[in-house]
């Protein structure tokens, strides 16, 4: 039977277990995130945190287990419904285009979000009247500067922030990054570390990240996968100090 959420809430899976020819991939993952927070998947490599990102945003169905956003039992859901309920993951809507500039990036998102997304032959009048919006977007994630540029020829970080910024012009009232620092220097983290936490101002955020400092800086609870299974869960004070995760992430940079 289906918990009741309680009303700080946004996300809750029950039991949430993934298994592929038998072997358990994801096993029992109860998860709880709160409404306005910054919360955190991490585990060393094969933990899980992956294959969590898919069942919630409904890429694989569940073995077993159930998931509620906003109390609504989603589990059996299609990738397009629950993006359409407000949960909407970094890459699974927001890959750029890479000969188009950022501002016709965003505007595509944006028609999207109006539902003509395909409609190649608007009019230019009609397109246009997206511009406003797309470049409002491009300044909340400090990329107004890089409007007129072709994604292609983008810095590798500020195309995170453009993902950022498609992702945006959906209204995702939970939003999911995956490894959003993956990759970068050191310049870059700390921009896209600064970005997360203003575009988390009126919104929620689940993240996958391996910098623990990053995780460290942003985030207000962590949820520690090992093999599929829930190993830990707290604060970074807490979470840091449990012989468990420290066992855990052994030959993982810390």
Same mark, same amino acid.
């Given at each position: 039977m289906l918990k009741t959420l309680p009303d700080d809430t946004i996300l809750q899976t029950q039991g949430l277990t993934k298994e592929f020819l038998g072997f358990a991939a994801v096993s029992n993952v109860n998860l709880q995130v709160k409404r306005g927070s910054i919360h955190a998947l991490i585990g060393p490599n094969g933990a899980g945190k992956t294959t969590v990102f898919n069942l919630l945003t409904k890429f694989i169905q569940p073995t077993q287990g159930h998931i509620q956003f906003n109390g609504i039992d989603i589990t059996r859901e299609s990738s397009v419904q629950v993006a359409r309920r407000g949960m909407v993951r970094s890459f699974q809507i927001s890959a750029t285009f890479g000969h188009l500039?950022?501002?016709?990036?965003?505007?595509?998102?944006?028609?999207?979000?109006?539902?003509?997304?395909?409609?190649?032959?608007?009019?230019? #009048?009609?397109?246009?009247?997206?511009?406003?919006?797309?470049?409002?977007?491009?300044?909340?994630?400090?990329? #107004?500067?890089?409007?007129?540029?072709?994604?292609?020829?983008?810095?590798?970080?500020?195309?995170?922030?453009?993902?950022?910024?498609?992702?945006?012009?959906?209204?995702?009232?939970?939003?999911?990054?995956?490894?959003?620092?993956?990759?970068?220097?050191?310049?870059?983290?700390?921009?896209?570390?600064?970005?997360? #936490?203003?575009?988390?101002?009126?919104?929620?955020?689940?993240?996958?990240?391996?910098?623990?400092?990053?995780?460290?800086?942003?985030?207000?609870?962590?949820?520690?996968?090992? #093999?599929?299974?829930?190993?830990?869960?707290?604060?970074?004070?807490?979470?840091?100090?449990?012989p468990r995760v420290l066992e855990a992430y052994v030959g993982v940079e810390a």
């Amino acid at each position: 039977m289906l918990k009741t959420l309680p009303d700080d809430t946004i996300l809750q899976t029950q039991g949430l277990t993934k298994e592929f020819l038998g072997f358990a991939a994801v096993s029992n993952v109860n998860l709880q995130v709160k409404r306005g927070s910054i919360h955190a998947l991490i585990g060393p490599n094969g933990a899980g945190k992956t294959t969590v990102f898919n069942l919630l945003t409904k890429f694989i169905q569940p073995t077993q287990g159930h998931i509620q956003f906003n109390g609504i039992d989603i589990t059996r859901e299609s990738s397009v419904q629950v993006a359409r309920r407000g949960m909407v993951r970094s890459f699974q809507i927001s890959a750029t285009f890479g000969h188009l500039t950022a501002l016709e990036n965003v505007r595509v998102a944006l028609q999207r979000k109006r539902g003509d997304s395909f409609n190649f032959w608007s009019s230019v #009048r009609r397109l246009d009247a997206l511009n406003d919006r797309a470049m409002a977007l491009l300044e909340e994630v400090d990329l #107004r500067s890089f409007a007129d540029t072709v994604a292609i020829e983008m810095p590798y970080g500020r195309k995170r922030a453009l993902e950022i910024a498609t992702t945006l012009a959906l209204d995702p009232e939970l939003m999911l990054l995956d490894e959003p620092t993956q990759g970068m220097g050191h310049e870059d983290v700390g921009r896209v570390v600064e970005l997360i #936490r203003k575009v988390s101002a009126n919104r929620t955020i689940l993240m996958v990240e391996h910098n623990l400092s990053v995780v460290e800086s942003l985030c207000d609870t962590l949820t520690v996968l090992q #093999r599929g299974s829930v190993l830990a869960e707290g604060n970074y004070a807490t979470v840091s100090k449990d012989p468990r995760v420290l066992e855990a992430y052994v030959g993982v940079e810390a």
